[in-house]
């Protein structure tokens, strides 16, 4: 899993895995799922990111089991 930020553009991406987007939806305004060829969910994009997210730079990550 990745997680990018870019700020010129305030997009925060969340890859999945690295499979071919093959299609994408925006599930709600500003949110865009992508898919890959069989249906199965590669990605997340958040547009306007910064208003969405508290901090978009920052990342925590919890791992339990």
Do not use: C, F, H, Q
Request: net charge negative; hydrophobic share 45%; aromatic share 4%.
């Amino acid at each position: 899993m990745k997680i990018s930020y870019d700020a010129e553009v305030d997009i925060l991406r969340i890859l999945l895995n690295d499979a071919k987007i093959d299609e994408s939806d925006e599930a709600k305004p500003g949110i865009i799922l992508d898919y890959d060829v069989d249906g199965n969910m590669v990605g997340i994009e958040i547009l306007d990111a910064s208003k969405r997210v508290s901090n978009p730079r920052m990342i925590e990550l919890a791992v339990t089991g």
